[in-house]
């Protein structure tokens, strides 16, 4: 079974501090993605990747930046956290060998910034 | 490009009744579709797989969508709602392209009435 760790469940940090959501899958996967999700805004897309060091912007990656060094790890970054990015955040990957595969996805992370 | 409407953001139903999700879809290609299903505080769990092998698709705990390519659906069903069916449902549809992201429709709540 493809597993999807995120590295915090719960994380409250201050405004303007430098966060980083940390997100590992151990299937080799070529493509990553970093959503949030907030009540009655669903799921919305920040970045994603589909090879190492590259990476896309999704549709709202203001105030976010994200790293991807090796294939299996890829971190999103908050540069200067705000009470507006306090969220649910998920971390998912997919192969890009198989055009069927579906997204699979880590238990995300409950940031709280104070 | 691609796009998913989940027609209901709400529905309740009473425990043991059937269950239908509506999800209409709009591609320019052959695309894979899936519904995820979330419950409080956890991640995205895959609930079934549409590939192009079968119209009418099996997924966990009792639930199957049909692929209606004529009327663009893909609607979930469940002849029996259960309380833990109590959750949100996600209808999404893959891209053209790995380079781009999968799309998400904006979620569908189920509650299960005792």
């Known amino acids: 079974d493809v597993k999807v760790t995120q590295s915090s469940r719960y994380l409250v940090k201050r405004t303007g501090e430098k966060v980083f959501l940390e997100c590992v899958q151990d299937m080799d996967h070529e493509n990553m993605f970093w959503y949030r999700q907030d009540p009655g805004l669903g799921l919305r897309l920040i970045y994603f990747?589909?090879?190492?060091?590259?990476?896309e912007k999704g549709d709202i990656p203001e105030g976010y930046s994200v790293s991807r060094e090796k294939k299996e790890r890829f971190s999103l970054i908050l540069e200067s956290a705000s009470t507006n990015q306090t969220s649910m955040y998920l971390c998912a990957s997919r192969t890009l060998d198989d055009y069927n595969s579906p997204l699979h996805f880590g238990n995300g992370t409950r940031l709280t910034v104070t | 490009a691609q796009s998913v409407t989940q027609l209901d953001s709400h529905v309740s139903v009473s425990e043991g009744t059937p269950v239908l999700l509506r999800c209409n879809y709009s591609s320019s290609y052959s695309p894979s579709l899936f519904w995820y299903v979330q419950h409080p505080n956890k991640g995205l769990q895959l609930l079934l797989k549409?590939?192009?092998?079968?119209?009418l698709v099996k997924g966990i705990n009792g639930f199957e969508a049909e692929f209606k390519k004529s009327e663009t659906s893909f609607h979930l069903t469940k002849p029996s709602a259960h309380m833990s069916d109590a959750a949100e449902y996600f209808c999404?549809?893959?891209?053209?392209?790995?380079?781009?992201?999968?799309?998400f429709g904006s979620g569908t709540r189920l509650q299960v009435q005792p």
């Open positions: 549409y590939t192009s092998a079968a119209t």
């Open positions: 990747s589909y090879d190492v060091k590259m990476k």
């Open positions: 999404v549809v893959t891209p053209d392209t790995g380079r781009r992201a999968l799309t």
